[in-house]
């Protein structure tokens, strides 16, 4: 693929163009990682999944009058890790 050369705006901002976005598997409203490289390099990537569980506390607050027990919430995140 060849090089883009892209510009920067008065803001500090940097518009990739729909093709590096393909090329990047990134979609429209996805979130970007960017990691920092030696040699004033930077890697992009589509942001990864982390399995943190403060990102899932909270998610499902109000959507049931259940509440569950210990036992519950434990074979509900064996199952989840479990793929099932």
Do not use: C
Not at 1 to 18: E, F, I, P, Y
Not at 63 to 79: F, I, K, M, W
């Amino acid at each position: 693929m060849a090089l883009a050369s892209l510009t920067v705006t008065r803001k500090g901002q940097l518009t990739l163009r729909k093709e590096l976005l393909q090329h990047l598997g990134i979609q429209p409203g996805q979130r970007v990682d960017v990691e920092v490289l030696p040699g004033g390099r930077l890697e992009l990537h589509a942001e990864r999944a982390t399995s943190e569980i403060s990102r899932f506390i909270g998610l499902l607050a109000g959507r049931s009058g259940h509440v569950a027990n210990l036992d519950e919430l434990n074979s509900a995140a064996a199952q989840g890790w479990a793929g099932r």
